[in-house]
């Protein structure tokens, strides 16, 4: 077992473990392929705001315009989780 130097706080630590006792940063570099990316990205969220949009159309005045823009809001929303 050797000690090592933690790059978040500068104390020495075990080779051993994966993250510092002192103040948690990890020691290791975190691999690509752990990191978490959002199905969807910036589609479902111009979906999401389409809907919303539709839904205070259709409320604050016109129905039938507001069912067409969450409809295509709906559209665009699923467009962007199946991408």
Do not use: H, Q
């Not at 050797?2 to 290791?28: F, H, N, Q």
């Not at 949009?53 to 823009?69: D, E, K, R, W």
């Amino acid at each position: 077992m050797k000690l090592i130097r933690c790059p978040g706080c500068g104390s020495e630590v075990s080779d051993e473990v994966a993250t510092c006792p002192g103040c948690g940063g990890p020691l290791t570099p975190i691999p690509e392929s752990v990191g978490y990316t959002r199905k969807g990205g910036k589609w479902s969220g111009i979906g999401f705001a389409l809907v919303v949009l539709g839904i205070l159309i259709g409320v604050l005045s016109n129905y039938a315009l507001g069912s067409l823009v969450a409809l295509a809001g709906v559209a665009v929303f699923a467009a962007g989780r199946l991408r």
